[in-house]
Structures are given as structure tokens and as C-alpha cells.
């Protein structure tokens, strides 16, 4: 069986064909950053005008590449939330306008479902059950995964996600949007020991995250040294060594202990901050010692893409989850879907 | 014969049509933040009465705005599923054109002054004279505007008036001509789209779907670039 996929729910138009028995079989994919980067941010208005822009062009470029037309394709699968609810709308209404076309049942995708599953695009898949952790500039969640579909959320951001707060901090820096990645890099410039950010929440007992306040104490340190435009460079790559140092030892505390909590020995990172050199670095040596192991999607499948979305999408259409109701959800729990 | 299927979700209304050449049918609802759930079922309806299925249909036309940027995509992204699955050619129409036309269907009034509240103290405005079902010819570009000094360059006439402008600026407006007021409808319909559409699809004024936009007339204001970009 075949599936199209269809991303739109932020500013990366995704469009990919899977197969479940040739697995995937093409993957397109428009980047919208430059045109936000003028504006420091995401401009949903902008966002939503290029996903009109994009879309078909792309779905058409996939379907080539696959070698498909409409007789190949048993159903349409679109991204129906979280995100932002006007670019949404732009991917599902092309796709229940194509579905009525073709006469195919359409698939509503969670988006951070088909984060957490982007990893079963890769030849080596973790078995169920394992704990996820799924981290972008949206979302901060660890999630117990106890089988396809079955989701209980163990923790999650209680003000910024953590690729947010790398963002923020980046823009503090002054560097450019997206700052998080450029951040990231200064950072592989600093030196370990000149500044110590806290660990937020790791102080007591429970598996919530809180990033704002590391946001908060690199603007304050940067003041201390004397502002954005009396810094030299290396003090710059300095405060943004302590605060990724920062940032990934609290998501890797939090990890621990929900390994610990769970008894399972498997993780998943998925989602943009989970192509941080240093967030995979130190998981895999936390893995190690604890005799498990980590996953990730490979770098590309990370932020946004249509690949993760025709995979979920086929694991629901396989389960039954068709749907003729159209609406969009911006926000949408993980924990509401059902089990497969 | 020529069958034509017109959508539009540009303002609170929601509707779709079907013409060909000796039958109509259409649906129509004021139903705004349903559009998106209501729009493809609205298309079914009207192929099922008319008795047809898109393979019937020659080319789609849709309500290409000015009007709700969020209304004025669905029915856009529906254009372009539907389009691209069924290989048709799609004929852009105006939301403000569309219900000048609407006006000359029901009543005969042949020149007619669209004005729609576009939010942030602005109305969107088009003035049109209509001879016959199907053409539709403008008096001035479509623009974005204040109200005040917006029609008053135009000749005095024997005007007529449609659209949510006209009651949340009736003053200013009034002001600067005087009309007859349509308050039958305040919103385009997917008939008068599909009029005008057959028209334009004769003189070849189609496109296809990847090609398919909507018309937003205002671009650049409701966001702000950094500093210094």
C-alpha cells in the first residue's frame, strides 16, 4: 500500500510518497526560513502565503519521483496538528480537495507523532516500548511510548521549548535567524568552565522542563561583561558554550530519570534540537553507561519533513483512522490519539 | 455543453455552484469558521443534484478574493486538490466583482460599488459596470483603501451599493456619492462566480492549479521586518 504525505504545519513545506513494503520512495522538501529571517521569526501570514505557493509543486515533484500516479496512491495523509492553524489549513485543504478528486480516504497526521516516529524511517528501529524525547523550537516532551499509538506524557516544557530558548538566546547574542542552530556553533567555539548556568527543575523530584530562565541568565551575563556590542567574540562563544552546557545537561537529567522511572533502556530523540551535535553526543554516552541505546532520524528527518508524516500516516491508515472531518487542531495533546 | 463548478469562501459566506448550459445549482450559507468543513460537502451536494461528478466538469472557478486571507486559502488549497487530481483548468474570479454581479442578477442595476470591511479602518473597493450575465467590466483597479477620498473621483451615476463596507462606513461613504442600497446580500456567491467564470473561460482566461492564487490585495502591513532589513 502507498501513501502521500502532505507537512504544512509551520514553515517547512513537506511532501513524501511511502510504501510499506519499498518503504519510502520519495521525500520533497521547501524550507521557508529565509523568508522569515527578515522578520526575527515564523510570520504565520507569510508562512501560510508560501505553503500556497509550494504545495503542489511539490506533491507533484514526489509523485514523480516515486513513479506514482493517482491509481498507486491507496490514501492521502496530512499534518492536521499542533502547528500554526492557518499554514494547516493550507495542507488540508489540498488534500481533501485531491482525495474528493481521487476519490481516496484522507488520514489526519499528528505532527509530533510523526516526530516521534521519524526514526522508523531508518534501518535501525527501536523495538516498543521506549521513552521519546522530542524536542524543537514548539515542544518540549518526554514521552513513555508503550506501543504504536499509545503515548502517556511524563514531562514537558512549562514556558519556552528548548530549541526556542536557543533561539531567543541567539537573537540576545545577536545572531541571526534561525539563531539556534548558529548558537550551537558559537558555542563549539567557548571555553568549559568561565560561566555555570543552573540546571532549571532538576532541583526537585518530577520530569518538567523549564528554559526561559537559561534565556534570562545569558542576557544577564552578557550585560555583566558589558553588553552585546562591548563583548568580544570569545567571551560570546563562552556564554554560548555555558548555556547549550546548560541545556543539554537538563534534558539528559530529565532523561535519566524517566529511564529510571520507566525501567525501559531505549530512547528516541526526535524533532530540530535533536540534530544538536552535543544533545546526541551526550546521550549516546549516557546510553552507553546505562547498557541501552539511542535513536535518532537521520539530520534531514529531524526538523519538519513529509517523510515522517506519510510513515505515521500509513501506520493510521493501516489501523483504520480515516477521516472525512476537516477540521484543523493548533493545538492538539499526543495523549488524545488513539491507540493503534 | 459546458459545465462549470465555482467555489467561494472569500467572506462570512460559504457556497458552491454548478452551471450548465440550461440548469443552476447551487448552495449558499453565512456560516463563518465552518467553511473549511462545509465547503466540500457543499460541492457534493451540487454535483449530486445537478447529477454529475467532477469528471463532468470542464473547469472550476473560485473566489480569488479580495476578502479573509483564511477564507480566501481554503477555498483555494480545495481548488487545487481538486483541480490537480482532476486535471481541470481553474478560472480565478474577484470576490468584489462577484457581487456586483450578484447585484445585476437579481435586481438588473448595472452600476454597482463593492466595498468590503477589510479590517484596520479599511475597506477593500471595486466599481463596475455590468451589461449582460457573465461580464463584468471594471471602473477602476481594485485597491485597498480608507474610506474617506475613495470613490468620490468616480463620474456621478446612478449607483448601486453592496458589500460589509458600505454598513460599517456608510457615512463616509455616502458622503461621496449617492446610491441605491443593495442590503438584500451583503456576500459574494458561488453563481455569480460561476457566470462570470464560463465567461472568462471562453475568452481564455483560465489558468491551472499549481497556478492557482488568491488575491490579497494587502501585502505588507500587518508585519514588521527587523531593523535594517
Not at chain 1, 523568508?35 to 514523480?64: F, M, N
Not at chain 2, 460541492?43 to 447529477?51: G, I, P, R
Request: some cysteine.
Amino acid at each position: 500500500m502507498r501513501i502521500l504525505g502532505i507537512e504544512t504545519s509551520c514553515d517547512e513545506t513537506g511532501i513524501a510518497v511511502y510504501d510499506d513494503e519499498l518503504g519510502l520512495l520519495s521525500h520533497q522538501l521547501y524550507s521557508q526560513v529565509k523568508l522569515h529571517a527578515d522578520y526575527g521569526g515564523v510570520v504565520p501570514e507569510l508562512a501560510s502565503r508560501d505553503h500556497v505557493r509550494k504545495t503542489l509543486p511539490l506533491i507533484d515533484a514526489a509523485l514523480e519521483e516515486s513513479g506514482s500516479t493517482k491509481n498507486d496512491i491507496d490514501a492521502i495523509a496530512y499534518t492536521a496538528g499542533p502547528g500554526l492553524v492557518g499554514a494547516l489549513l493550507v495542507g488540508s485543504t489540498i488534500a481533501r480537495g485531491l482525495a474528493f478528486a481521487w476519490q481516496k480516504p484522507v488520514v489526519p497526521v499528528h505532527h509530533m507523532e510523526g516526530h516521534l516516529l521519524a526514526p522508523m524511517l531508518e534501518e535501525e528501529q527501536p523495538e516498543y516500548p521506549f521513552i521519546a524525547l522530542l524536542v524543537s523550537g514548539g515542544h518540549t516532551l518526554l514521552v513513555e511510548v508503550k506501543q504504536l499509538g499509545d503515548y502517556t506524557i511524563l514531562g514537558e516544557s512549562i514556558d519556552d521549548a528548548v530549541g526556542e530558548a536557543f533561539d531567543k538566546t541567539a537573537k540576545i547574542m545577536g545572531l541571526e535567524y534561525p539563531g539556534g542552530p548558529r548558537l550551537a556553533k558559537l558555542a563549539e567555539l567557548g571555553e568549559k568552565g568561565v560561566y555555570r548556568f543552573p540546571r532549571p527543575m532538576t532541583d526537585r523530584p518530577g520530569l518538567d522542563f523549564s528554559f526561559s530562565g537559561l534565556k534570562t541568565f545569558a542576557a544577564n551575563t552578557l550585560r555583566a561583561e558589558g553588553g552585546m556590542d562591548n563583548t568580544n567574540e570569545q567571551t560570546k562563544a563562552n556564554i554560548a558554550f555555558a548555556f547549550q552546557e546548560a541545556a543539554v545537561d537538563t534534558l539528559l537529567i530529565k532523561c535519566k530519570r524517566a529511564l529510571k522511572q520507566t525501567g525501559l533502556k531505549r530512547i528516541v530523540i526526535a524533532g530540530g534540537v535533536s540534530a544538536n551535535v552535543h544533545l546526541r553526543a551526550a546521550l549516546g554516552d549516557l546510553m552507553k553507561k546505562l547498557g541501552g541505546q539511542v535513536y535518532y532520524p537521520r539530520t534531514e528527518f529531524c526538523t519538519d519533513n513529509g517523510a515522517m508524516i506519510a510513515y505515521a500516516g500509513m501506520q493510521r491508515f493501516k489501523a483504520g483512522h480515516v477521516s472525512n472531518d476537516a477540521v484543523v487542531k493548533p493545538r492538539w495533546p499526543i495523549t488524545e490519539l488513539l491507540a493503534m | 455543453m459546458s459545465v462549470i463548478l465555482a467555489l467561494d469562501t472569500s467572506t462570512e459566506a460559504c457556497s458552491a455552484a454548478i452551471i450548465t448550459d440550461n440548469a443552476e445549482f447551487s448552495e449558499y450559507e453565512v456560516c463563518p469558521r465552518e467553511h473549511n468543513q462545509k465547503l466540500l460537502a457543499m460541492v457534493e451536494k451540487v454535483l449530486a443534484d445537478a447529477q454529475l461528478t467532477l469528471d463532468d466538469v470542464d473547469a472550476i472557478a473560485y473566489g480569488s478574493g479580495p476578502g479573509s486571507f483564511t477564507g480566501v486559502r481554503i477555498t483555494t488549497g480545495i481548488v487545487q486538490g481538486l483541480a490537480y487530481g482532476a486535471q481541470l483548468p481553474v478560472i480565478g474570479v474577484g470576490s468584489l466583482a462577484a457581487m456586483a454581479h450578484g447585484v445585476f442578477r437579481r435586481t438588473g442595476a448595472n452600476h454597482i460599488i463593492s466595498a468590503i470591511d477589510a479590517r484596520m479602518a479599511e475597506i477593500y473597493l471595486g466599481a463596475y459596470h455590468i451589461t449582460e450575465l457573465g461580464k463584468v467590466n471594471p471602473l477602476m483597479d481594485e485597491v485597498v483603501t480608507q474610506p474617506h477620498d475613495s470613490i468620490n473621483h468616480l463620474p456621478k451615476d446612478n449607483w448601486t451599493s453592496i458589500g460589509t463596507g458600505w454598513q460599517t462606513y456608510k457615512t463616509e461613504l455616502l458622503a461621496q456619492q449617492a446610491v441605491n442600497q443593495d442590503s438584500v446580500e451583503f456576500f459574494p456567491h458561488a453563481l455569480d462566480i460561476a457566470l462570470i467564470g464560463k465567461q472568462q473561460w471562453a475568452e481564455g482566461d483560465f489558468t491551472s492549479a499549481e497556478l492557482t492564487t488568491p488575491t490579497y490585495l494587502r501585502n505588507e502591513v500587518t508585519w514588521k521586518k527587523m531593523p535594517g532589513k
